[in-house]
Nanobody
Framework: VQLQASGGGLVQAGGSLRLSCAASGRTIGLYVMGWFRQAPGKEREFVAA????????YYADSVKGRFTISRDNAKNTASLQMNILKPEDTAVYYCAAGGGSRPSSTSAYDYWGQGTLVTVSS
């Protein structure tokens, strides 16, 4: 499956952005979908994940209550709504698809998008 992330940009602290992940090649209904981010000089970290049917969601503590992950299997897309953005949310955001049992681990994902840059100014 090929993944294309979009929706990044420059936003002021307190603002919102919505990231989208468009899939092609296979239906994303086969996969757990996740979002990760990587800030300059830091390791890639887990942000959020959603189960195949969308019934279960998982969030990093740092984004809980501010970010919402969703998916539309019929449209083969996943999204990440980001509200109350903070400067520390600045990073390249990656969507991923996989079947692993630990949705917060990069090892659970087999397919990765190219990333979209989110910059939050203070």
């Amino acid at each position: 499956v090929q993944l294309q992330a979009s929706g990044g940009g420059l936003v002021q602290a307190g603002g919102s952005l919505r990231l989208s992940c468009a899939a092609s090649g296979r239906t994303i209904g086969l996969y757990v979908m996740g979002w990760f981010r990587q800030a300059p000089g830091k390791e890639r970290e887990f942000v959020a994940a959603i189960s195949r049917g969308g019934g279960n969601t998982y969030y990093a503590d740092s984004v809980k209550g501010r970010f919402t992950i969703s998916r539309d299997n019929a449209k083969n897309t996943a999204s990440l709504q980001m509200n109350i953005l903070k400067p520390e949310d600045t990073a390249v955001y990656y969507c991923a698809a996989g079947g692993g049992s630990r949705p917060s681990s990069t090892s659970a994902y087999d397919y990765w998008g190219q990333g979209t840059l989110v910059t939050v100014s203070s």
